[in-house]
């Protein structure tokens, strides 16, 4: 279940870790992804929306340079220690690594630090749940790097910088999507981004009666990191292989009929399936979107279900227990569509379900999934809440 935090709870735990109460508090959401799924690196449309459950830190400055981090969600590894002139990543360091990427990344854009800091970490997302605890924590550090040395960036520049860590630090290719949606949310709004571009606009999120459920698998996505690393390189394999033949800069600059056309120069048919995930996908994200703005919401939901197919079949993402979660979902009366978020391989599904049905679907779902796996899934209504801040009242 989800431990419940406010601002008073922080300050009192890092109290109780440092000796003296916190100068400030801040709060990084996760979040959640509507629809577009693996097409933040690929060129295509993403539709995230960052979520009320997430990462708190408290923390104060240093006067010497020392850096010191202790995380109540993972108390075994104990307080993390290191100098903020010597930023290397080092195997061993474990989550630390999140938090001194970030500086190193921010290091890397010319900037400095002078002093340390003492910073307390706890968070209430589900572990390896693929609503991006880790992007969640870089922005965190990020915001409060920004403040505490008052550094000259905006918040996109703390986004990029979190990408960076994943893709450079950590080692994960991951595109941009968790970093911005965690660093530019807002509350009630959908981000409707153009990866291509990094256009994007804010888009109220009006289902009607309908709330997005999290249904969380429980089985954490430890080895996606290998796998997600693959599906990247298997998509730069196929588009390398049309761009042969056609002029075009990303997967998610084609239609699905120039798709098929050109699906032959990929020449195999792993490729061509995972390729045609991305195209497809994205594709499905633009008419989510309009599906939205013509208030058919029926269709909304039938284009989410298809993205956990396409995830499922073509990707290969996907886990029986996701799948089960997201069929059981949509057999039952009330709910619009189901399917994976985040990576794949373990970690939540989301479905969009009549607000006032939700109490018998988490029921029948979670009998079915308790009954098959022999362990429970989670629920959670998302509430979409505001990008990493301060936490001032
Ligand atoms: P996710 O889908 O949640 O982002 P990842 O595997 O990408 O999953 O990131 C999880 C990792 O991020 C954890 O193993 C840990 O190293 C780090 N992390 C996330 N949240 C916290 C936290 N509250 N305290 C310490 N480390 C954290
Ligand atoms: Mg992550």
Known sequence: MVHKMDKASIQQEYEQTFGVAPERVFFSPGRINLIGEHTDYNGGHVFPSAISLGTYGAVSAREDTTVRLYSANLADAGMLTFD?????????????????????????????????????????????????????????????????????????????????????????????????????????????????????????????????????????????????????????????????????????????????????????????????????????????KQALDDHDLTRFGHLISASHISLEYDYEVSVPELDVLASTAWSQPGVLGARIIGGGFGGCAIAIVDRDQVETVKQVIGDKYLQQFGHAADFYVAEIADGTHEVTD
Request: glycine fraction near 8%; aromatic fraction near 10%.
């Open 84 to 288: 903020v002139n010597d930023l290397e990543f080092s195997k061993d360091f474990g989550w630390g690594n999140y938090p001194k990427g970030m500086l190193y990344e921010l290091k890397k854009t010319g900037l400095s630090f002078d002093h340390g800091f003492d910073l307390y970490v706890h968070g209430n997302l589900p572990d390896g749940s693929g609503l991006s605890s880790s992007a969640s924590l870089e922005l965190l550090v990020g915001v409060i790097a920004k403040k505490l040395f008052d550094l000259d960036v905006s918040q996109m520049d703390l986004v990029y910088a979190g990408q960076q860590v994943e893709n450079d630090y950590i080692g994960l290719n991951s595109g941009i999507m968790d970093q911005f949606a965690i660093g530019m949310g807002k509350k009630d709004q959908a981000m409707f981004l153009d990866t291509n571009t990094m256009e994007y606009e804010y888009y109220p999120v009006d289902l009607g009666n309908n709330v997005v459920l999290i249904m969380n698998s429980n089985k954490s996505h430890d080895l996606a990191s290998s796998k997600y690393n693959e599906r990247r390189s298997q998509c730069e394999e196929a588009l390398a292989r049309i761009q042969t033949k056609v002029d075009v800069k990303s997967l998610g600059d084609l239609s699905k009929e120039e798709f098929d056309e050109a699906a032959y120069l990929i020449n195999d048919d792993t490729l061509i399936r995972r390729a045609r995930h991305a195209v497809f996908e994205n594709q499905r994200t633009i008419a989510a």
